[in-house]
């Protein structure tokens, strides 16, 4: 079984709008709420690809239930541990006159440590050597950075396979327990080892190379605007991405990483899930809602290479 774990979900409040102007009110052309969180929508993807798991993370209120009300009624399993505090709301705006998006990311609820190790208690129950556990996203309130080691080192004793997507600099911390993939942006491989100059190709390649060396499995590093790369022992791949308008981005991060563990678990080669996990994020990107997998407009216009390692 797959296990996906947000340790921060939200409702995204999605909205359309023509023009944004201060102090007037503004009449927008429409909004979707939709459950949200970087393993939820994992989870989403996973299931619309025939794939099933298991939501679960912790969160609180009312707006955990319509995020857990949300998976249930895709059919996917959820088993969210609950706090006091709500989850959070966060509010995404496209502005058709500019031909921007802009993004208000709320803080989510307070979390115990005593829940905290409640969670962890539960995994250890719960996991076995043929589970995966997709981590992804930020952590709510009163949970540290270093639990993502906790959580690996626990994954690692269970026997299953640990996937990583987070800006947490701690990622690095999590691979001497040989997490099976990590998925950074090229944002974030850059800030796991303090580089602040410009990402070209071969600095992407260089650093996903030593987070290899230094015990990851593989790494899926997304490119944004300029597609995606994967990297381990053996492989050097490049896909460019489509192109696209660019509705809304938040979650064409998530579209890509279930799509490529889902096409992974169908036995695709690393080279047909990477060309289709980049299609279907940019699909997402292009939408308000995530991927219905209606590629064939994107797929063509996207090659994956091959470089010498």
């Known amino acids: 079984m797959i296990y996906t774990i947000t340790l921060n979900p939200a409702i995204d409040l999605v909205i359309v709008t023509k023009k944004l102007e201060p102090k007037v009110v503004n009449r927008t052309e429409k909004f979707e709420l939709q459950p949200n969180g970087k393993g939820v929508n994992v989870s989403f993807i996973l299931k619309k690809l025939g794939i099933d798991s298991v939501a679960t993370g912790i969160g609180g209120g009312f707006t955990l239930d319509y995020v857990i009300s949300g998976l249930k009624e895709k059919g996917i399993q959820t088993n969210f541990l609950k706090v006091k505090d709500l989850t959070r709301v966060n509010v995404f705006t496209d502005v058709l006159d500019e031909k921007t998006e802009y993004k208000q990311v709320n803080p989510g609820p307070e979390v115990s440590l005593e ?35 906790q959580l690996a080192e626990l994954v690692q004793k269970q026997g299953a396979k640990f996937v990583v997507d987070s800006s947490y600099l701690e990622v ?18 850059a800030a796991f080892f303090n580089y ?14 030593k987070l290899v060396k230094l015990g990851c499995q593989n790494v899926l590093v997304s490119l944004g605007a300029a597609g995606a790369a994967f990297i381990n022992e ?10 696209i308008q660019v509705v809304n981005s938040a979650c064409a991060g998530d579209t890509m990483l279930g799509t ?43 090659s994956v290479t091959e470089r010498m390692n």
């Open 172 to 189: 690095i911390d999590t691979l001497k327990y040989r997490p099976f993939l990590l998925k950074p942006n090229d944002a974030e491989l």
């Open 115 to 149: 829940k905290q190790n409640q969670f962890l208690d539960y995994l250890e129950s719960t996991l076995t050597k043929d589970d995966m556990v997709v981590v992804s996203g930020s952590f709510s309130r009163g949970i540290k950075p270093h639990y993502l080691v």
């Open 196 to 209: 602040e100059g410009k990402m070209t190709d071969e600095k992407t390649v260089a650093f996903a190379q």
């Open 260 to 302: 490529f563990i889902a096409f992974l678990e169908k036995k695709k080669t690393i080279s047909e899930a990477l060309k289709i996990a980049v299609a279907a994020g940019s699909d997402t990107a292009s939408r308000t809602g995530l991927t219905d997998f209606s590629l064939n407009n994107l797929l063509p216009q996207i």
């Open 234 to 243: 053996r492989h050097i791949l490049f896909a460019n991405a489509p192109k």
